[in-house]
């Protein structure tokens, strides 16, 4: 009867959520531990744009950008409804006044934050929605700093691109050709990754530079990292959980958690059996998910046999778009700009193109429910073909070869060959083209509202030659389309935690375990509230999690130090 290791705080899973709370912890005066079962950290939050929404946040109030906590409550209320205990009133006010202290702690131990100037809120329309935006991401970080460790970090977004590019400049990059500001974006991006490669510097940006600045806070702060070690189940005692068993290489070993056990494992993206049971209408094909290959659901299903409530499991963040093969192009973005529409095969639209792609993508499955939606299709004219560079080149207006010949990008004459080439109805998408256009030549959309929110327009062509960012007409042949499927990031349904991030059954906490991120049903409900909603929800808990468990929170019902009759290894 024996104990392997034992520290304060363990963390199941290395992405921002369980980074956070072992950084949390070992500020409180606790021992920390972060487990990975794959080689790399970072999980999610690594491959993703590494960008965090908060309302009112540290970053925000010394820019002078007006917002408070009063207001993001507001747009909670506005924006994600009644949606059951997942986002109560009390976690969405854990949420926003323990965010901005999460924020100043990472600030304290060196963590650089700048703005997202202008990546507005996703539905900044709604009451307490922000026009500016309330994102923010860190600053390009230098991997030396993290010496052996850097190979251990998760590739991500930037690394896919080839560029150094942080997640803001990505939606100038595209625009070099139509606008002066986004070219000297591009401009610099193309700079500092031309000096990174001469200088054989590695420039972190996006979500890899997030995981390494918080990877760079745990090992100052003395917090093991454990990669290559999987979860194997939890050490139950007299009702709380005490531990966990792991299993590094061919030894099975039990790690004691004095304080308290953090899931931060991730969700269940590529668990094909978890998604048939519990998707619902929205059900994907698993092959078309790109969430963190580590999203298979273990830790959350453990839970779930300890009596652990959940919610949400039919949801995810859905991120619409092209197939695969188009992935290194710019046509995922095609929706947010002038002379595109999506379409059922019916040839009707069925959504505001350029909303929210969590919006867009649960817009697919409801209208499948109605006519053939997933996949749908994106249409567009040879006036989009000639605006827009393509893919990573210079090369304005160029359509790769073999996109066309391959079937993955659709041409044709006309919008009726167009259709019958696609097995879209004729007739449907004539007329809708029709009645699309005579609006959108004003840049339009009386149907759908397109182009009337600052999200819209900031994702849009910021050129001066189109009547509306997000809006414009299809006009001129040849036409052409291609497949949009509902692929996700990651699922957000999971385990039902309080406001102190504990796991909930349905008579009270499970002493001794905490959750967050995608392992937990999220307190942003069925909407993606701004850039970074997914990656705050994680890091934000993480934080709330580790602080209740070492004694610094507010809560009356402080957890207790057990006493460990041990278990065998």
Request: include cysteine; hydrophobic fraction near 40%; aromatic fraction near 8%.
């Amino acid at each position: 009867m024996h104990w392997d290791f034992e520290f304060d705080v363990v963390s199941v899973g290395s992405g921002g959520g369980g980074l956070v709370a072992a950084a949390s912890a070992s500020d409180a005066g606790g021992t920390a531990l972060v487990v990975e079962k794959r080689g790399v950290l970072g999980g999610s939050t690594g491959m993703s744009g590494g960008v965090v929404w908060l309302p009112n946040n540290p970053v925000m109030k010394r820019d002078g950008i007006d917002d408070s906590e009063e207001r993001g409550m507001r747009y909670f209320a506005s924006t994600v409804g009644d949606v059951g205990p997942a986002s109560s009133d009390a976690r969405r006010r854990t949420f926003l006044s323990s965010g901005a202290d999460m924020i100043r702690l990472l600030e304290d131990k060196g963590v650089a934050f700048v703005r997202c100037d202008g990546y507005s809120d996703y539905y900044s329309n709604n009451d307490g929605g922000h026009d500016i935006g309330r994102s923010i991401e860190p600053r390009p970080f230098d991997g030396r700093r993290i010496g052996e460790w850097l190979p251990k970090i998760q590739p991500g977004m930037a690394a896919g691109l080839g560029m150094s590019v942080k997640t803001n400049e990505l939606r100038h990059v595209q625009y070099f050709n139509r606008s002066l500001r986004s070219f000297v974006i591009a401009a610099r991006v193309q700079l500092r990754t031309w000096v990174s490669a001469l200088t054989k510097r590695p420039i972190l940006t996006n979500g890899t530079a997030l995981i390494a600045e918080l990877v760079r806070v745990c090992l100052d702060a003395g917090v093991e990292l454990w990669t290559d070690t999987a979860f194997e189940e939890f050490i139950v005692e007299d009702g709380a959980v005490t531990g966990i068993r792991v299993r590094r290489g061919e030894d099975v070993v039990a790690v004691r958690a004095r304080k308290g056990v953090v899931l931060a494992s991730g969700g269940f993206a590529h668990n094909p059996a978890l998604r048939r049971e519990h998707g619902g209408d929205q059900t994907p094909d698993p092959a078309w998910s790109v969430a963190n290959p580590g999203d298979t659901g273990e830790a959350l299903s453990a839970a779930i046999a300890l009596g652990a409530q959940t919610d949400l499991l039919d949801e995810a963040w859905w991120l619409p778009g092209p197939d695969r093969a188009l992935g290194a192009s710019t046509l995922s973005a095609a929706r947010n700009r002038p002379g595109t529409i999506i379409v059922g095969t019916d040839g009707r639209r069925f959504v505001n193109e350029s909303n929210s792609y969590v919006e867009v993508g649960k817009a697919m499955f409801a209208r499948d429910q109605v006519t053939p939606a997933v996949p749908s299709w994106l249409v567009f004219d040879d006036g989009y073909r000639r605006r827009y560079a393509h893919r990573r080149s210079l090369l304005v207006g160029r359509l790769s070869p073999e996109w066309l010949e391959s079937g993955l990008i659709v041409q044709a004459a006309t919008l009726r060959e167009l259709a019958v080439s696609c097995g879209i109805d004729p007739q449907g998408l004539e007329q809708q083209v029709a009645e699309f256009n005579r609006h959108a030549a004003a840049g339009e959309d009386p149907q759908f509202g397109r182009g009337t929110s600052a999200y819209n327009v900031c994702l849009g062509d910021p050129g001066g030659s189109v009547p509306n960012a997000a809006v414009g007409p299809l006009e001129s042949g040849p036409f052409y389309a291609f497949r949009v499927f509902p692929s996700d990031v990651g699922t957000c349904g999971g385990l039902i935690t309080d406001e102190a991030a504990r796991v909930l059954t349905a008579d009270g906490p499970i002493p001794g375990l905490y959750a967050t991120g995608n392992t937990t049903a999220t307190v942003m409900g069925r909407h993606y509230l701004g850039a970074g909603a997914s990656i705050a929800n994680s890091m934000v808990f993480g934080y709330v999690a580790a602080r209740h468990a070492l004694g610094g929170s507010d809560d009356p019902e402080q957890p207790q130090d057990r006493k460990t009759q041990g278990v065998s290894a």
